[in-house]
């Protein structure tokens, strides 16, 4: 089974994160690690691997900009995977 790239967020990063995607997250960072691990658990569950990939807020603003994207919940798990793939933004 393929890996999945997921995005982890650090806690001091993760206002700001919520700000660019408009309060498209949990309310706290701990509600996001806990979905988080449930997103995990499932994949795993299933026989996937899962690969963590650290997103700040600016390369996230950089990686949206210099491809068009909407900054939305589906760009930053875009991001992971492009990141996994060894890209910079």
Known sequence: ???TYLPFIDKPDY???RR???GDMPDT???WLYLHAKSVANIKGEGGEVELIKV???EF???CDRVGAKRDIHALGAIAFNKASGKEY
């Open 29 to 31: 960072h701990d509600k």
């Open 1 to 3: 089974m393929a890996i």
């Open 20 to 22: 660019l995607l408009h």
């Open 15 to 17: 206002e700001a994160f």
């Open 61 to 63: 603003t950089r990686y």
């Open 56 to 58: 700040s807020p600016d």
